[in-house]
């Protein structure tokens, strides 16, 4: 029997945290032969503990066999102490009124106080997933916040978008979505992003000469998969969760796993590729091979690619430049 692997999950009584413990304690995220024990995070409040333990209750019935432990806490010390892997669910929801610099603000304090925690006691190689919005500026502060850990090991989750692209190909091609080769999303995790086929394949042939409609790549595929989180919300009162809770498999998983020479969608901090700026956590093409990540260098970038690249990177400067005064 391997020896249990430790994943802290914060915000572990919200909605996603609900589609997503119970396939990490069945062995989805980390292989069918993998034990772990969790770390449940949630906020002091009476509510969302007894949320939470209920959760618990619901985990014990389960009665997976992977599942050697649950901790549930309020304190980040205690979630992250001696973590693997870190999933960084929980955060500040944009309440009514609430003006988006505001909503920065509040979760950079949740994200500095969080960073400051794993640094002092998770595993030196902890890796880091960060689900909550606004997610690539949530792990740039978490990054910049535990100096004695690895900046490579936070990320931010752009594989929902991943995902849903591949879907909106998979439905416009009618190939299926595993066949997709040399897909990625380019950017922030917001309606900025810009998934880009430019570079896919499917069973050999050219995705983008295919579909040869850039009309449609540029006034249906980009807006749709970038608006799709609030089509989901018009449609189900409710923020995308099972889905999400889903891609935050797929990330870790590939991260831990292997991607086998697949391109996957991450956000990571950059090291300079494609004029981003080193440090701004970005969604890049990359594969992943025995727990680490590889960005995929010198892809031609056209003037159409570059426009939508330059938006989405502005809006992560203005991001970085509003949390500035706390890092
Ligand atoms: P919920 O509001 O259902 O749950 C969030 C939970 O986090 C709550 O139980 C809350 O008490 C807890 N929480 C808040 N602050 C915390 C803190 N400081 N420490 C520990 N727990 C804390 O939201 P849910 O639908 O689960 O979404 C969670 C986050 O994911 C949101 O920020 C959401 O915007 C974001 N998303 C990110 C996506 C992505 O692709 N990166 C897609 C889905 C989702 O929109």
């Known amino acids: 029997m391997k020896t249990p692997v430790r994943v802290a999950v914060t915000g572990a009584a919200g909605n996603i945290g609900y589609a997503l413990l119970f396939r990490i304690a069945s062995g989805e995220m980390l292989g ?17 503990q007894a949320a939470l333990q209920g959760v618990v209750m619901e985990l014990e019935d389960c009665a ?28 500040r929801p944009r309440g ?6 505001d909503l920065l ?3 950079a304090k949740i994200f500095t106080v969080q960073g400051k925690a794993l640094n002092a006691v998770a595993k030196r190689d902890v890796k880091v997933l960060v689900v909550g919005n606004p ?36 439905a416009k091609t009618g190939k299926t979505v595993d ?3 040399k897909f990625t999303v380019w950017g922030n995790h ?23 409609d850039q009309e449609w790549n540029a006034n249906t595929f980009i807006p749709t998969v970038g608006k799709r989180g609030a089509a989901i919300i018009a449609a189900r009162g409710l ?34 590729s494609y004029g981003i700026p080193e440090g701004v956590v970005f969604g890049f093409p990359v594969t992943t091979e025995n727990g680490e990540y590889t960005i995929i260098k010198d892809l031609p970038i056209d003037d159409f690619s570059q426009k939508y690249i330059d938006i989405t990177l502005n809006e992560l400067e203005e991001e970085r430049a509003g949390v500035a005064d706390l890092l």
Request: proline content about 6%; glycine content about 6%.
């Open 32 to 48: 069918k032969d993998q034990p772990v024990i969790l770390q449940l995070l949630e906020i002091d409040n009476e509510k969302a």
């Open 190 to 212: 917001s309606p900025t992003m810009y998934p880009d086929y430019r570079f896919a394949t499917t069973g050999g042939a050219k995705v983008a000469e295919l579909i040869n």
């Open 135 to 170: 997610a690539n500026t949530n792990a740039y502060i978490a990054m910049k916040s535990a100096p004695d850990l690895n900046p490579k090991n936070f990320t931010a989750m752009l594989r929902l978008d991943h995902n849903r692209a591949l879907s909106q190909l998979a």
């Open 179 to 181: 066949s997709f080769e």
């Open 239 to 272: 923020s995308s969760a099972a889905s999400a809770a889903n891609a935050a498999i797929d990330h870790v998983h590939d991260w831990v796993l292997g991607s086998n020479g697949k391109w996957v969608t991450m956000g990571v901090p950059s090291d300079g």
């Open 64 to 91: 997976f066999p992977l599942l050697a432990g649950v901790v549930t806490t309020a304190d980040p010390l205690v979630a992250f102490k001696d973590v693997d892997v870190a999933l960084l669910v929980g955060a």
């Open 105 to 107: 603000l509040e979760n």
């Open 96 to 101: 009514p009124g609430m003006e988006r610099k």
